[in-house]
């Protein structure tokens, strides 16, 4: 197959791209800096439709993972302009394209659509309970999942849907903006203070399980379909923390603790059989296993 990756380096994409490749694909991958060394590569904002438009007229692919998006939260409120031009207006510039030239399109959503949804967060979860998004982050990848829905009704392009679930690890690079784990490992490896919210819990998952699954949708594609992707570790912050903690021999003095962090889903409690069903889902890697993986990928990264 010939694939096209956007947002191809960040974590999870240079990720699945990497294993696509592993496993005999074509891979072309997107994103937005000057990388003219790297093969393959094309530099693109996806919220230019023209800029895009062009890709797909120098090129024919027969599935593009679309993961190219503004991350966050807290991104979304100081940088909200980019964060809708890059997710809604990228996700609706990509099914317009979707509608011309037909391939098919694996479009990432997050667990943050569940929003206020106290429950087990199965996917039909959407469709049977009316749902707050929190945040600005959640309303677009929710805004994207009803276009690539939109579209298929509307023109018959063929989409799977799926959510990612707090994937973590190496080639997540520290930001303020970044994932809690993430901020964890880099402000306790440097000796800097951070917040632990004691009332969330979370549902983690490294970034090869997840790569890995990803990479098995072409081969069992089913238009229409959605999956979260998530790992089987459900554990709150303060575990987390501790975890990180522990590996560098550090006691939580550089830790605040508080109860709950406002506009943001307290507790992702994920059911991913469906995953397990139709993609092998089998997540291999736990969170004591993960933490320091990514911790010494850090020390290197960061010559620590």
């Known amino acids: 197959m010939k694939v096209l990756v956007t947002g191809g380096l960040g974590a999870v994409g240079s990720r699945l791209a990497s294993e696509l490749r592993r496993r005999g694909h074509e891979v072309c991958v997107l994103d937005l800096p000057h990388q003219g060394h790297l093969p393959n590569y094309v530099r693109c904002d996806v919220g230019n439709f023209r800029q895009l438009e062009r890709v797909f007229e120098a090129h024919r692919f027969d599935y593009v993972y679309h993961l190219a998006a503004e991350f966050g939260r807290w991104n979304g409120e100081d940088f909200y302009e980019t964060l809708w031009t890059t997710n809604a207006v990228g996700t609706k510039n990509m099914v317009r394209l ?34 707050k998004q929190l945040n600005d982050y959640a309303m677009t990848k929710w805004v994207n999942e009803m276009q690539v829905m939109n579209s298929a009704e509307m023109f018959g392009t063929e989409t799977v849907r799926v959510r990612l679930f707090n994937t973590y690890g190496p080639g997540e690079y520290y930001s303020p903006y970044r994932s809690a784990l993430c901020i964890f490992m880099y402000r306790a490896l440097h000796d800097l203070s951070y917040t632990v919210y004691t009332g969330h819990h979370r549902t983690s998952t490294y970034v090869t399980d997840t790569a890995r699954t990803l990479a098995n949708i072409p081969d069992n594609f089913v238009p229409g379909e959605v999956y979260n992707v998530g790992g089987l570790e459900y554990h709150d912050m303060k575990e987390a923390s501790d975890t990180v903690l522990a590996y560098l021999g550090k006691d939580d003095s550089l830790v605040t603790y508080e109860k709950g962090e406002p506009y943001t889903t307290r507790d992702k409690k994920v059911d991913v059989s469906r995953a397990i069903r139709d993609l092998g889902h089998n997540p291999r890697v736990s969170l004591e296993e993960g933490i320091p993986l990514t911790i010494e990928w850090m020390k290197d990264v960061y010559a620590k």
């Open 98 to 131: 979707q509608k011309r030239h037909r391939f098919r399109l694996i479009q990432f959503s997050s667990s943050e659509v569940y929003g206020d949804h106290e429950g087990t967060m199965s996917e039909d979860v959407t469709n049977e309970y009316p749902i």
